[in-house]
Nanobody
Framework: QVQLVESGGGLVQAGGSLRLSCAAS????????MCWYRRAPGKQREFVAR???????AYIDSVKGRFTLSRDNGKNTMYLQMTSLKPEDTAVYYCNLFPPVSTYWGQGTWVAVSS
């Protein structure tokens, strides 16, 4: 079964940086658009950013200029470099395909940004 494992989260102060990783159990990164999603406390899960197989990226407006996606198809790993973090970035971050596959949701990685 396909498994996606997120890591790299933590507690940081506003303005700090984190790099999240998404590792896949299979060779899916070379074949699929990959995405990051997040769920803030008390809110619905939302789409954050995506990266296509050829490296094109797209981000929601609130993270443009601060978050950067990259992928290493050979390692089946996607990264989200997060800079200038804001308290509103606090959420559990998940990776999945685009559109997301319901059975692929993992546990996510928690990002908490203090003010």
């Amino acid at each position: 079964q396909v498994q996606l494992v997120e890591s790299g989260g933590g507690l940081v102060q506003a303005g700090g940086s984190l790099r999240l990783s998404c590792a896949a159990s299979g060779s899916i990164f070379s074949e699929n658009t990959m995405c990051w999603y997040r769920r803030a406390p008390g809110k619905q899960r939302e789409f954050v950013a995506r990266i296509t197989t050829d490296g094109n990226t797209a981000y929601i407006d609130s993270v443009k200029g601060r978050f950067t996606l990259s992928r290493d198809n050979g390692k089946n790993t996607m990264y989200l470099q997060m800079t200038s973090l804001k308290p509103e970035d606090t959420a559990v971050y998940y990776c999945n395909l685009f559109p997301p596959v319901s059975t692929y949701w993992g546990q996510g990685t928690w990002v908490a940004v203090s003010s």
